[in-house]
């Protein structure tokens, strides 16, 4: 059974940082694709950033230039490196991981912005 545990959300003021963690209870090389979704109040669940296995990533064009994402294969973990966080950033995040065999899913983490 795969386990994703996130990490790093809390409540920031409008231009302030934050940076989430996922920590996966396997290797992560085992995954072809590690990203970063969310989802906030009455909206659909959207991709924020993704990263492959060869550190390809892609961005939404909403957090481009603002959010970086990572990963470091030795910890197993992926991360999110938010700058310059807007208050519709406010939402909680999840993060997803990929494989040939499954799709799967952290128990979210809540980031709130504040104006």
């Known amino acids: 059974q795969v386990q994703l545990m996130e990490s790093g959300g809390g409540l920031v003021q409008a231009g302030g940082s934050l940076r989430l963690s996922c920590t996966v209870s396997?290797?992560?090389?085992?995954?072809?694709?590690m990203g970063w979704y969310r989802q906030a109040p009455g909206k659909q669940r959207e991709l924020v950033a993704q990263i492959t296995g060869g550190f390809s990533t892609n961005y939404a064009d909403f957090v481009k230039g603002r959010f970086t994402i990572s990963r470091d294969n030795a910890k197993n973990t992926v991360y999110l490196q938010m700058k310059s966080l807007k208050v519709e950033d406010t939402a909680v995040y999840y993060c997803n991981i990929r494989s040939l065999v499954g799709n799967y899913w952290g128990q979210g983490t809540q980031v709130t912005v504040s104006s």
């Open positions: 396997q290797s992560i090389m085992n995954f072809y694709a």
